[in-house]
């Protein structure tokens, strides 16, 4: 049912195209080109890891076109996303309608949703992430064989191919091995010892390869943004305020809030009194006792969250930390779903009993209002995105189809290199460039260092400057700037943009 949402959201204008999405897309082309791992500028890509532009190369070797690539293995990804929390919830939980009930809220979450309609990485990632975890737990809560943790470790690699940010993975998985206390340390280290190596081999020889090209381990990230420690937070804190979001409800963080302290107090009355529930309700062949099940997951949802916020310190994250923190969904929910399902069953009698119950019922009742409501929100989108395409910063929706800047670069074939503040929608556009035709203007200190860049071009370059508000980059000047600059001329003013030569 996920795929199928995903597959009629992107039927029409396909996936959702934005400027990361034409570096994976253009990529991947130039690798069955034979170009190598490079961009439409002809940029070697370090910054991100291989794993999905080889993807997505793999899947057009079968003739499938570059635009359809991303949809259908998006969709793919979130189907099987799930499919997995729904078989690992049936394993885990006692309530089979606590564990039909979680899944359909990761089946309408908007985050979930928004990302598998997307040309991006994201869906891969967390599909990786959920297996790596799964195998992970059936590992350590079953002390299961050799195989298991090999599973598991092929998927942590796979995971941090993906994304930079799978090396939190490594590391949750290394840190759970070693403080696994029923085993002797020698048996720990061993094990923690291997699973470091199978995961982290692939991810040091992609960064040696990085160190190589570029000089850094995955690419030039220099670019701070000033943000605080205490700014991360308050960007946590809107995240989990927009994934709890129903749509036209106000006030729905005082549930947030509400919801996060009741399932806090059914952690502690779970921990505490777990043991007593184990004896009374001992586990079958699907169930597992206790809330061991939950601790890779919740670990890394912790691990991770904590990682982006320290990461979006020293790193421009700022305007994607939403983005950036999607992957903790899945394993937030499904830490929650077990540990209300162990929290349900507990012992007790009167009033005890009776305030149990009122504390489930009002978590669940509002998981279910936030996932009905979420589903309907989420079938306007799709019928939104069918009927008219998308709307925002994609590169699809009718903003850019009726871009005369566009149109102009169309029907006027320009010769030499163009740079632009958005030149990944001039690529998007066109398709059939050479690599290297279209690149990003620099982002110099000052004016007069833009103006030494384009004295020193032999090229004669055209600059397209796109007034498109949604192009969000750090230049300290604007187009009139570069006008006034000598030897620019202009060549079209245009409703949208501005084209200028340079003499």
Known sequence: ????????????????????????????????????????????????????????????????????????????????????????????????????????????????????????????????????LIWLESFLDRKADWSTLLCAALFTALAALSRYTGVVLILTGVMLLLACREMAFSVRLKRAAVFGAVTSIPLAAVMARNWLISGLPTGDRSSATGQSIADSLRQTIDVFNQWSQ?????NWDVYLWTAAGLVALAAASAAVLSHRNSTRHPPNEYTSSGLWPALPFGAFALVYMAFIGIAATLTPLASTYSRFMVPAYVPLL?????????????????RIDRAKWVLASIILVGVLAHTGISAQRELRLTAHAVERGYSGNAYN??????????KYLRANRLEGRIFSNAPSILWFSDMTAAVGRYAQIPFPVDLDDLARWIKGDSGKPTIVWFYAPNLQYPYRYSHLDIRSLPGVETVAELSDGVVLRVR
């Open 1 to 132: 049912m996920g795929t199928a949402h995903a597959l009629i959201r992107t039927s029409t204008h396909g996936a959702a195209i934005s400027a990361d999405s034409t570096g994976y897309l253009s990529t991947a082309m130039n690798l069955l080109a034979g170009e190598g791992l490079r961009n439409f500028n002809g940029v070697e890509v370090v910054t991100q890891p291989p794993l999905f532009h080889l993807l997505l190369a793999f899947t057009m070797l079968f003739g499938i076109e570059p635009l359809e690539t991303g949809r259908l293995v998006n969709a793919a990804a979130f189907g099987l996303t799930i499919l997995a929390s729904g078989l690992w919830l049936r394993r885990s939980l006692r309530s089979r309608l606590l564990a039909l009930f979680a899944t359909l809220s990761i089946m309408a979450a908007h985050s979930l949703n928004h990302y598998a309609g997307a040309f991006l990485s994201e869906a891969v990632f967390i599909l990786l992430t959920l297996l790596a």
């Open 246 to 250: 129903i749509w036209r409800f106000p």
């Open 334 to 350: 499904l830490t929650g779903a077990l540990l209300l399902d162990r929290f349900l069953p507990m012992g007790g009698e009167g």
């Open 397 to 406: 929706p009718a903003y850019w189809n009726d871009s005369e800047t566009l």
